[in-house]
C-alpha cells in the first residue's frame, strides 16, 4: 500500500488502561482514505478501546498511530483538541446536551471553531436537512425519538466537515428499521467523501452492506477482510 | 472574542443552575467585604479625626523666663520661616491665665478669685502654631527647641501614640474576621465550581469529543466565579455607601455641638480606596476559588 494512501496507521499498537488492563495487543491497521470499516468482535474485546485510541483519549503504550500523518502516540496534551476537529464522533447514548435544543447541539461544535453566527446558521441548516431533521431544528433531544437524536447526533458529528467519523455501536439502542436508516445515512456520508468506522454488534447489517470488516478478539486483531461478513 | 462570548452566556447559565450555592457564595464575600469596608470606613474616619484634633492642638512654645518681647518676636519670625508651619499665634500669660481659669473653674468663680490679680502662669506666654502637615511635627518641634529663648516645645503625640495602640487592637481582630470569610467564600466558590463540573461532566466530556479546547471548557466555570466575587463585592459597596451617608448625615444633625471634633471623611474619597479594593477583592476570590476548582476537577 502506498504511505500517502493511508490516511490512518496503525502499527504494533498497543493500548493499556491505566488499572494495567491491556485492551489492544499489537495492532496492525491500516484504513484508506474514503474507507468504510466495520470493527466487530465479542464485548471486551476492545472496540471501543479503539475508538477512544483514535479519539486520542487514552495514551498509546506502544507502537505509532498516524492519522492523517499526525503522530497520535507523540501529539501533546494542547494538541488534541485541534486534532479532535479532524474527525466526527458518534456515541450508542447519543450524548446530545438536553437543556438545548437541537439547533444549538450541533451549532456547538461550530462554536468550538469560532465560526460566525451566520454561517453557523447555514452550516446547521444544511445538515438538519442532510439527515432529514429538518423542522426539528428547536426540538429539544427529549421530544425526538431514539433515530432522530443519533441523526441530530451524526449531524453535529459532520457539521465540521471532518475526514473521518468514528461511530461506537451507533445503532445499539435503536430498533431495526431505525437502524438501518442510520447506517444508510452512514454510508451516505461515506459517499460523501468521508472515511466511516463503525463498531457494531449488529451482524445482519455487517452481512448485508459487504463494505471490509476487522474482527477483534481479546485486544488481538484476528480478521481483516474486504466485503467480510459478521465472524463472533 | 466568541469564545468569551460563549463563556460569559454559559457562566450566567452555571450561576442560575447553581443557585443555592453561588448564593451562598455571593453572601459570604458580601459579608466580608462589607466588614472590609466598614472596618476601612471606621479607621479612615477615625485617623482622620485624630488628625484633624492634633493638627487643631498643634504645637505649643514656651520661652525662657525674663524673656523680652522684643526676643518673643524674633522666635516667632523663626517659626513662621519653617517650612509646613501655616500659622503661629501668641498667647500672652494673661490670656493663657484666662483660659485656664475658663476651663479649670467656670462656674466656681470663688477659687479663682483667690489669686486676685496675681497671674500664677505669669511666665506663660506661648506661640501655638499649627502645622499644615501633621506627619511634618517631629521634625518642626526638633528645629523650633533648639533655637534661642525656647523652653519647652509641648506637642500632642502622646496622644497620638495612644489612639494607635487602640486602633491596632481592632486592626487584627478585624483582619482575623475579614481573611476567615476570604478563606469561607474561596472555599464556597471552589465548591460552587465543582458541583457545576459534576452536574456538566457529560457535557464536558462532550465538548472534549468535538475539539473544544481546554480554555473554552473551563471559561465558564472561571467567568461563573469571577461573576460570583463581582455581585458579591457590588452589594456591601452599595450597601456602605448608603449607610455612610446616612449614619454620617445622623450623627452631624443630631449631635452638632461634637462637629469641631466629628469631621468626617467625604464619601467620595472613601470610594476611591474602597470601590478597587472590593472590586479587586472580590473578583480576585472569585477567579481563584473557580481556577483551584477547575484544574482540580477539570483534569482530562
Ligand atoms: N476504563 C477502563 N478501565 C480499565 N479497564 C477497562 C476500561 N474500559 C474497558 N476496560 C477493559 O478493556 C477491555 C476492552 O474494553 P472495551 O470497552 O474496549 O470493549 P468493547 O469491545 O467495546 O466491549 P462492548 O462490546 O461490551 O462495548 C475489557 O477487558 C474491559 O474490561
Ligand atoms: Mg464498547
Not at chain 2, 23 to 51: D, K, P
Not at chain 2, 119 to 133: F, R
Request: charged share 20%; with cysteine; aromatic share 8%.
Amino acid at each position: 500500500m502506498d504511505e500517502q494512501e493511508r490516511l490512518i496507521d496503525m502499527q504494533d499498537v498497543s493500548v493499556r488502561y491505566p488499572n494495567g488492563t491491556e485492551a489492544l495487543k499489537k495492532l496492525n491497521l491500516h484504513i484508506k482514505k474514503g474507507e468504510f470499516l466495520f470493527v466487530v468482535g465479542s464485548s471486551g474485546s476492545g472496540k471501543s478501546t479503539f475508538i477512544k485510541t483514535l479519539l486520542g483519549e487514552l495514551p498509546v503504550a506502544s507502537g505509532s498511530v498516524s492519522v492523517s500523518g499526525r503522530r497520535l502516540d507523540k501529539m501533546k496534551r494542547r494538541e488534541i483538541p485541534y486534532y479532535r476537529r479532524s474527525l466526527g464522533v458518534v456515541f450508542q447514548e447519543f450524548r446530545l446536551l438536553d437543556d438545548r435544543n437541537i439547533f444549538e447541539n450541533i451549532a456547538l461544535a461550530q462554536e468550538i471553531l469560532g465560526v460566525h453566527r451566520l454561517r453557523i446558521k447555514r452550516n446547521v441548516g444544511m445538515m438538519l436537512e442532510m439527515v432529514g431533521l429538518q423542522g426539528k431544528a428547536g426540538a429539544f433531544p427529549q421530544e425526538l425519538s431514539g433515530g432522530e437524536q443519533q441523526r441530530a447526533a451524526i449531524a453535529r458529528a459532520m457539521v465540521n466537515r471532518p475526514g473521518i467519523l468514528l461511530a461506537d455501536e451507533p445503532t445499539g439502542n435503536l430498533d431495526p428499521d431505525n437502524s438501518w436508516e442510520i447506517m444508510k445515512l452512514l454510508e451516505e456520508m461515506n459517499r460523501l467523501g468521508t472515511t466511516v468506522i463503525v463498531v457494531t454488534h449488529n451482524n445482519e447489517v455487517v452481512d448485508k452492506m459487504k463494505k471490509r470488516v476487522v474482527v477483534l478478539k481479546n485486544g488481538n486483531l484476528v480478521s481483516d477482510e474486504e466485503q467480510g461478513g459478521y465472524i463472533q | 472574542m466568541r469564545t468569551l462570548c460563549y463563556g460569559l452566556k454559559q457562566g450566567i447559565k452555571n450561576i442560575g443552575q447553581n443557585r443555592l450555592f453561588s448564593l451562598a457564595a455571593i453572601g459570604t464575600i458580601a459579608a466580608c467585604l462589607f466588614l472590609l469596608g466598614l472596618f476601612y470606613v471606621l479607621v479612615s474616619n477615625f485617623q482622620h479625626m485624630v488628625f484633624n484634633a492634633e493638627s487643631a492642638v498643634g504645637v505649643t512654645v514656651f520661652f525662657d523666663e525674663g524673656i523680652s518681647q522684643e526676643q518673643i518676636k524674633k522666635i516667632g519670625e523663626e517659626i513662621r520661616a519653617c517650612k509646613t508651619v501655616e500659622k503661629v499665634v501668641y498667647i500672652s500669660a494673661e490670656e493663657a491665665w484666662e483660659n485656664f481659669q475658663k476651663e479649670m473653674y467656670s462656674g466656681e468663680e470663688q477659687i479663682s478669685d483667690t489669686f486676685g490679680d496675681d497671674n500664677p502662669l505669669k511666665d506663660s506666654s506661648s506661640y501655638e502654631v499649627y502645622l499644615s502637615d501633621v506627619s511634618n511635627q517631629a521634625g518642626i518641634v526638633h528645629t523650633i527647641e533648639k533655637m534661642d529663648g525656647v523652653r519647652k516645645v509641648n506637642s500632642s503625640g502622646t496622644v497620638a501614640d495612644s489612639l494607635g495602640s487602640f486602633n491596632s487592637l481592632i486592626t487584627y481582630i478585624s483582619a482575623g474576621i475579614i481573611v476567615l470569610l476570604l478563606l469561607v467564600s474561596v472555599f464556597l466558590i471552589s465548591s460552587s465550581v465543582a458541583v457545576g463540573i459534576r452536574v456538566r461532566k457529560d457535557e464536558i466530556s462532550i465538548m472534549q469529543h468535538i475539539g473544544a479546547t481546554d480554555l473554552f471548557i473551563k471559561l465558564p466555570f472561571l467567568v461563573e466565579g469571577v461573576l460570583i466575587g463581582l455581585a458579591g463585592a457590588v452589594i456591601p459597596l452599595v450597601l456602605l455607601g448608603f449607610l455612610y451617608q446616612r449614619i454620617v448625615g445622623f450623627i452631624l444633625g443630631h449631635f452638632s455641638v461634637l462637629s469641631r471634633w466629628l469631621t468626617f471623611v467625604g464619601m467620595a474619597e472613601e470610594f476611591r480606596v474602597l470601590l478597587p479594593l472590593s472590586l479587586a477583592v472580590g473578583v480576585g476570590i472569585g477567579f481563584w476559588g473557580s481556577f483551584s476548582s477547575v484544574r482540580k476537577h477539570l483534569r482530562q
